[in-house]
């Protein structure tokens, strides 16, 4: 719970929703209204589903155009399918555990592996949750996890290869072994 109002209120405070081209902006537009209009109908699922919005949980076509929504957070009473399903939107989903164990069983019980996100000062948990989550790419204590020189790319329903870095490439590439006698 305390950790749930310290990120509900550092995203009021801390994000500015707008154009690419305003000062200060953080949160873009999503690609097009049809992803708005999902990102929303699961927000609206989580809600029917017991879940607590602690902040946005709405559009802003008004404020700022048919392509944004609101950052939001929300409490999920379990892990749900809101817990555990992608959504390529400005949606953090919180779920309580008590173990290490059980927050692992919960995050791989998915057909979904772009990525999970770890927020932690234990070194020990860092190397274990890495080791453990079935995920193509883990962030610790960041978001922003993704460059020009990473691989970028998920598991599971959530791609096969990668982009981006010297192994990027090798999607593009035939290998091709020639044996002369």
Do not use: W
């Amino acid at each position: 719970d305390e950790f749930a109002d310290l990120l509900t209120n550092r995203v009021q405070t801390s994000l500015k929703v707008g154009r690419y081209d305003e000062p200060n902006v953080n949160i873009g537009p999503l690609i097009n209204r049809k992803a708005v209009a999902t990102v929303h109908a699961f927000v609206q699922d989580a809600k029917n589903n017991g879940a607590q919005v602690m902040v946005g949980g709405h559009t802003l076509e008004k404020e700022n155009g048919p392509c944004f929504y609101a950052p939001t957070v929300l409490k999920l009473p379990d892990c749900s399918k809101n817990g555990i399903e992608e959504v390529f939107g400005p949606v953090c989903p919180l779920i309580k555990f008590d173990t290490e164990e059980e927050v692992i069983e919960m995050a791989n019980d998915t057909t979904s592996g772009l990525a999970a996100y770890v927020y932690t000062a234990n070194l020990g948990r860092i190397f274990r949750l890495s080791k453990s989550l079935q995920y193509g790419m883990i962030g610790i204590n960041t978001g922003i996890m993704s460059s020009e020189v990473t691989p970028f790319g998920g598991i599971k329903h959530s791609g096969l290869g990668r982009e981006g870095s010297k192994y990027g490439i090798d999607e593009y590439t035939h290998i091709k072994t020639i044996t002369i006698q």
